[in-house]
């Protein structure tokens, strides 16, 4: 992903010389060549067009405003398990990436929990999909569960629901693949995946830290699919927790509305 988009600035530093260098010669020769010189125009503007687009192709809608850097994408995403495509809203993404830390991150989500649910129900509301419809509903409850102050079974219904949907449209070394985790093994990279894959399951990757009860693992007080699962508690039961694993089940339901053949 990194290199998509160093690649994509390169061009455009690229275009923006190639043009000064063309209006300086094309202001020389004046008229002789103002056919050539129009002509030239029309085509880098065509050119500029289509990467101010390229933006609007890659990412979803709520990303167009605030779009991260590859460092803060490797941050929310990989260090603190942030879900960002689809959602939460611009304006939430816009006062995470502005949060000096993740504590601050963490109490954004936390002061605009009804907001996000509002984002996720919005984007869920949009998923079409015939093979989606039965996880949409679902998804719809855990929206359902948070506001009516059930957050524990909210939690518990997005992290199972996570697990669902990743196994019924992955198959076991890929779905593998995108949710090991291990402590002292090689981290998810975000460069081995096309960049929509790699941006919606980083935090999925995240949410699927190791934790064995068995080895005396302390609960994590972040939202893990493992510890919703084996360590019920008040670690790791909350509100707050409860939005993470909506906002995570509502950006992998998104991504396989986009991307399931129809």
């Known amino acids: 992903m990194a290199e998509t988009v160093i690649a994509t600035s390169g061009i455009g530093e690229a275009i923006g010389k190639q043009l000064a260098e063309a209006a300086c010669v094309n202001a020389m020769l004046g008229e002789t060549f103002a056919p050539l010189h129009e002509h030239f125009r029309e085509y880098w503007a065509g050119v500029f067009e289509g990467l101010g687009s ?4 890659i990412y979803p809608p709520n990303l167009h405003d605030a779009t991260p850097t590859v460092d803060e994408f490797e941050l929310l995403l990989l260090e603190e398990g942030i879900p960002l ?6 304006k ?26 509002n984002d996720c129900e919005a984007v869920i509301e949009d998923v ?10 679902f998804a719809f409850d855990c929206v359902a569960a948070l506001r009516d102050g059930h957050n524990n079974p909210a939690q518990a219904l997005a992290a199972n629901l996570l697990d669902s949907l ?17 402590k ?17 399951f980083a935090p999925v990757w995240y949410a699927h830290a190791e934790y064995w009860p068995k080895n005396g693992d302390p609960i994590p007080r972040v939202f893990g699919r493992h510890p919703s699962a084996h360590g019920v508690s008040r ?20 991504f396989f509305d986009v991307e399931l053949e129809r």
């Open 166 to 182: 990743m196994r019924a449209h992955f198959d076991e070394p890929d779905r593998k693949k995108l949710t090991f985790n291990k």
């Open 128 to 137: 079409d999909h015939p093979d989606l419809q039965e996880s949409r509903n």
């Open 184 to 200: 002292g093994r090689a981290k998810f990279d975000l460069d081995d995946y096309d960049m929509r894959v790699a941006l919606t």
């Open 54 to 57: 390229l933006k609007e192709r």
């Open 235 to 254: 670690s790791q039961y909350s509100r707050i927790n409860a939005v993470y694993g909506l906002m995570l089940v509502t950006s992998v339901l998104k």
């Open 85 to 90: 495509m689809w959602v939460p809203g611009p």
């Open 92 to 117: 939430v993404v816009r006062a995470l990436l502005d949060a000096p830390d993740a504590v601050g991150r963490r109490q954004i989500i936390g002061r605009r929990w009804k907001g996000i649910v």
